[in-house]
């Protein structure tokens, strides 16, 4: 053990740095180059050493230097992770499998989700995407949309609607028959930095309708977007349900020298090793582990990514998900893509006001003009351009945030632009939190914590991982509490009954907390759109994440909070989407998070 050892040492340093290692060695070039024939022995030697400790235990961490340790991690966690994501979790096709770990749901529960995943369905294709090939699928480029004219005539007025009809064709041009194509709609005006979301029907015949109500006068272009075609929407929702293990975690565990890295996850065979469960006390959520060998459960050090598996797809599924073809392509229109918007025509207003009653009439929550979010509903929005109104505005208060990286987004866009503000060091990591911000002189203070697992973040600590609901339940709440929610993001990659479970726990905590104390200011953010590719669209794609945002709409419609419209917010917006929205973004709403506190 100990030659081992020794040659491991030395022949670690040549690899690491490509030279030999200071000492005795380096003197004498004659005895290094005889010496180093000896050494690839040793190497071959400590290298089926390792491969033989590495399946069993890594009692080597203190004994080793030079970096092996987490040379050692790596390996043993690819080997890990090779091993169980090929060979174990495909064998289970039950399509519910991730949501039937945790806790049966009581009949309530259980309408409830039945309502939300009916209200979420989504077309299925016609063919099996395995036998569809390219040439039938939906191609932005042959396809093409029309502005329809308004009444029959080609005149539009601020507070009419405007629509446009897409039909959409295949790769040999032959019009589509089949609906569930993924499609943005966006009606917008470079020159006066406006922009709002459209709403788009789907007729289920091949042919879309994308409806934008007409909210200022002057220029408005159209912009239709082929996000996935229905048979890439088919391939998406397969993953989902199918393999809820391709964002995989990882946790180490270590007690005294011993230490050993586990895979983990929301959902893992039980069949197959003993586990850890993890599951939480108070809300029941289910979390576990491989259970180490020779450790026991509670000597879980941190949580992290493990990673993502690859090769998800076959050959023919690629196609479906190629850049610049059919992920987030514009179509093009068939005549002008722009209208002219005319002042309101006073005399239209009873007109208008019975058209208001259509069920196809479309309210979005809001629009940019002149680059400034406006809302339709809940008040007008205050512009805080400079740090002091933001001070004077959450002067005495404390706001919590918790959630992802894009709740993350609001406490970094507050503690860089508040200069009273000085974040407080609690010697955590500053991408994973807790983060904490304090203005003494204002009595500000801002808390930022992650959400619990699955949270795709690298090395929290295990005793940080907490779940929102708990984290409610912990809160004295009041006027002068503001809590900011954004989680979305890390569930993309499971059944949608996991997200389901998880706001509900968030719901009822959220309930007992403006119950016990009215004052608290709650704000909810909505998912965002993202940049995609043909890889993140397999574990972040938009579609994941506006069937998640549909369902968090759901569920807490109706509850007196601040729902912060983060998916239309990107559409709208002129920048490219982007999984953390821009800071002139996060600035607007931050505007109608203040003018709500504050107007
Ligand atoms: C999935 O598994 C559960 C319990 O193991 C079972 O009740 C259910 O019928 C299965 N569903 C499918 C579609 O096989
Ligand atoms: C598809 O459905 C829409 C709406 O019902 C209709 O207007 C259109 O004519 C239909 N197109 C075809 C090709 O059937
Ligand atoms: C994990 O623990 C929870 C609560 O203690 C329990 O309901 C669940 O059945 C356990 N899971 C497994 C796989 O044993
Ligand atoms: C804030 O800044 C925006 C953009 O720079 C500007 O349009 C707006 O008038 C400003 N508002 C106030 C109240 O200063």
């Known amino acids: 053990m100990v030659l081992l050892n020794s040659s491991f040492r030395y022949v670690c340093h040549l690899f690491l740095t490509g030279s030999q290692p200071s000492g005795e060695l380096t003197e004498d070039s004659t005895m290094w180059r005889s010496l180093s024939k000896y050494v690839c022995v040793f190497f071959l030697l400590a290298l089926s050493g390792l491969f033989f400790l590495i399946n069993n235990i890594n009692v080597l961490e203190q004994n080793l230097n030079c970096q092996t340790v987490s040379t050692l991690y790596q390996l043993q966690s690819s080997i ?17 499998y991730c949501g039937l770990l945790g806790q049966e749901p009581s009949p309530e529960e259980a309408l409830e989700e039945r309502y939300l995943l009916e209200s979420i369905a989504w077309p299925e294709p016609m ?34 609607q405007l629509e446009a009809f897409v039909q959409m064709y295949d790769f040999q041009g032959h019009p589509k028959s089949h609906g569930g194509d993924f499609l943005l709609a966006r009606l ?45 929407v088919h391939v998406l929702r397969r993953l989902r349900e199918e393999r ?29 090793k003993p586990l850890c469960n993890y599951t939480d006390a108070h809300t029941e959520e289910p979390w576990y582990c491989y259970k180490p060998k020779l450790l026991s459960c509670d000597t879980r050090i941190n949580h992290a990514k493990g990673g993502y598996v690859k090769g998800l797809l076959t050959n023919k599924e690629a196609l479906l998900f190629q850049g610049g073809v059919n992920i987030k392509v514009h179509i093009h229109p068939s005549g002008s893509d722009s209208v002219t918007v005319l002042p309101e025509k006073k005399d239209k207003a009873d007109e208008r006001s019975s058209m208001k009653m259509e069920p196809t009439r479309i309210t979005p929550s809001g629009y940019y003009f002149q680059g400034s979010w406006r809302a339709l509903t809940g008040g007008v929005i205050r512009q805080f351009n400079d740090s002091s109104a933001i001070t004077q505005c959450l002067k005495g208060k404390v706001v919590y945030m918790y959630g992802d990286s894009t709740a ?16 407080f060091n609690l010697h955590s990591p500053k991408n994973v939190g807790p983060n904490m911000a304090v203005d003494s002189t204002h009595n500000i203070l801002l808390r930022y914590r992650c959400h619990g697992p699955p949270i795709r973040f690298t090395n929290v600590i295990a005793s940080e991982m907490r779940y929102v609901a708990n984290e ?22 499971f059944p949608v009954q996991v997200y389901i479970r998880r706001l509900r726990h968030i719901r009822r905590a959220m309930v007992r907390l403006l ?67 821009p800071p002139i973004i996060i600035k607007n709403m931050i505007d109608i998070i203040l003018s709500r506190i504050c107007p």
């Not at 946790?251 to 586990?262: A, E, P």
């Not at 503690?415 to 009273?420: A, G, R, S, T, V």
């Open 244 to 272: 809820p293990d391709r964002v995989f975690f990882k946790s180490l565990f270590r007690s005294g020298k011993l230490s050993q890295t586990t895979v983990c996850n929301l959902c893992l065979p039980t069949s197959q």
């Open 472 to 493: 409610l339940d912990g809160l004295t709440g009041g006027s002068n509490t503001v809590v900011f929610i954004s989680i979305w993001s890390h569930f993309s990659t």
């Open 408 to 423: 993350r987004q609001w406490f970094e866009y507050l503690n860089d632009l508040l200069p009273e503000l000085k974040q």
């Open 80 to 96: 890990h992770t090779a091993f169980f994501s090929e060979a174990h979790f495909p064998l289970d096709r039950n399509h519910s």
């Open 127 to 160: 063919h099996h995407s395995e036998s569809v090939s390219l040439d039938h699928t939906s191609d932005p480029a042959h396809s093409f949309f029309v502005i329809l004219p308004a009444r029959g005539r080609s005149e539009w007025y601020v507070g009419d």
């Open 188 to 232: 917008h005006s470079s020159e006066l930095e406006a922009g709002v979301a459209g709403q788009v029907l789907d007729h289920r015949n091949g042919t879309y309708s994308a409806i934008f109500p007409l909210l200022w006068q002057g220029s408005a272009q159209v912009e239709m977007t082929l996000v996935h075609p229905s048979e890439a």
């Open 515 to 581: 119950d016990r104390a009215p004052g608290t200011m709650v704000v909810l953010r909505s998912a965002n759109l993202q940049a995609l590719d043909p890889e993140v669209s397999l574990y972040n794609s938009d579609w994941y994440s506006l069937q998640l945002d549909w369902v968090l709409r759901a569920m807490f419609r109706g509850l007196d909070i601040l729902l912060i419209d983060a998916w239309e917010m990107t559409l709208g917006h002129h920048l490219p989407h982007a999984l953390h929205p």
